[in-house]
């Protein structure tokens, strides 16, 4: 069984920064694609970051300049350094990761979420 776990996340004020990482674990054989999502109440879940391998990231518009999304693969993990936030960039921050288990089998898995609220 994959298990994607996440930490970090909380509160802070507009122009703070915040660190969220997550964690691939379980039956684990190689994972591609890792990201982060985030959702808004009464919003979709939309796409903040990619890291494809560790040198090929993709950014939304709206965290261009602002976040950095790392990835280390000895430790099967996704980070997220999130500066400059902004009262928009509160939401339910979720993990994502294309995930081969040991059965050689690939799927998609997703963590349970962590919240970030941007206020003063």
């Known amino acids: 069984q994959v298990q994607l776990v996440e930490s970090g996340g909380g509160l802070v004020q507009p122009g703070g920064s915040l660190r969220l990482a997550c964690a691939a674990s379980?039956?684990?054989?190689?994972?591609?694609?890792m990201g982060w999502f985030r959702q808004a109440p009464g919003n979709q879940r939309d796409l903040v970051a990619y890291a494809h391998s560790e040198s090929d990231t993709s950014y939304a518009d709206s965290v261009k300049g602002r976040f950095t999304i790392s990835r280390d693969n000895a430790k099967k993990t996704v980070y997220l350094q999130m500066t400059s936030l902004k009262p928009d960039d509160t939401g339910v921050y979720y993990c994502?990761?294309?995930?081969?288990?040991?059965?050689?089998?690939?799927?998609?898995?997703w963590g349970q979420g962590t919240q970030v609220t941007v206020s003063s």
């Open positions: 379980g039956t684990v054989f190689s994972v591609g694609t």
């Open positions: 994502y990761a294309a995930v081969e288990d040991w059965s050689r089998r690939t799927r998609d898995y």
